[in-house]
């Protein structure tokens, strides 16, 4: 049971997420880094509004070993690449918004261009409403181990912050602990809808 204390904010933020509809139908996968080699992560197939802390795995971010013969989230490896490429980040949540997943669509570029919006504030780092915030946005793919080469082999050209997002599948965001990773999820979504309104607006 102590082992799982340091998880009462993550069920928290799962369970937030939840009442909000960002993972329906079991969608999305939540983890928090538990040391500098391992992480928690989601059980696959479960109702991420309705967990506790008995429904995380512990798994190996460098070899994706897990210590129970449960089955994680499919896109652990996703959440591994993440914990290993930056030291920082302590806790990454991957959601299925409806925003987040047409305008990952919508968008033809390689990246969602964010301008003008207060909201941009809520991202660490940002502090003035007229810089441009890029996420950047992947092609959907099953092949994690090939997605995750792809999502590497960007960073190193233009390097990640805060998140990206998969056309067709949603948003994956982190933070240097589970309530900044709360924070920037929160935040993003709200740009997220504002910017699918705005172009909706303009498409009239």
């Known amino acids: 049971m102590a082992e799982n204390k ?15 509809g960002w993972s329906p139908a079991t969608g999305g996968n939540m983890s928090q880094r538990r040391d500098a080699h391992s992480c928690f992560i989601t059980t696959s ?5 309705d967990l506790g802390p008995d429904d995380f795995i512990t798994v190996d971010i460098h070899t994706g070993e897990t210590q129970s ?9 996703l959440h591994a690449f993440l914990y290993r490429r930056f030291p920082e980040v302590g806790c990454v949540l991957h959601t299925h918004s409806v925003s987040a997943t047409v305008l990952s669509r919508a968008e033809p570029g390689s990246a969602l261009r964010l301008s003008g919006y ?11 409403h007229q810089d441009e915030v890029a996420i950047a946005v992947f092609d959907n793919a099953q092949d994690i181990p090939a997605l995750v ?11 990640l912050r805060y998140g990206f997002l998969m056309r067709g599948h949603g948003l994956t965001c982190w933070g240097r602990d589970v309530r900044e990773a709360r924070r920037h999820l929160e935040g993003l979504e709200f740009l997220f809808e504002c910017e699918w309104r705005r172009r909706l607006l303009e498409a009239k």
């Open 6 to 20: 340091p998880l009462a904010e993550l069920v928290a933020a799962c369970r937030w997420i939840g009442a909000r």
């Open 45 to 49: 197939g479960l109702d991420k509004g």
């Open 69 to 77: 013969g449960r089955r994680p989230s499919a896109e652990t490896g």
């Open 118 to 128: 207060e909201m941009q504030k809520a991202l660490a780092g940002q502090s003035d």
């Open 149 to 159: 080469q792809r999502i590497a082999q960007r960073d190193t050209i233009t390097p």
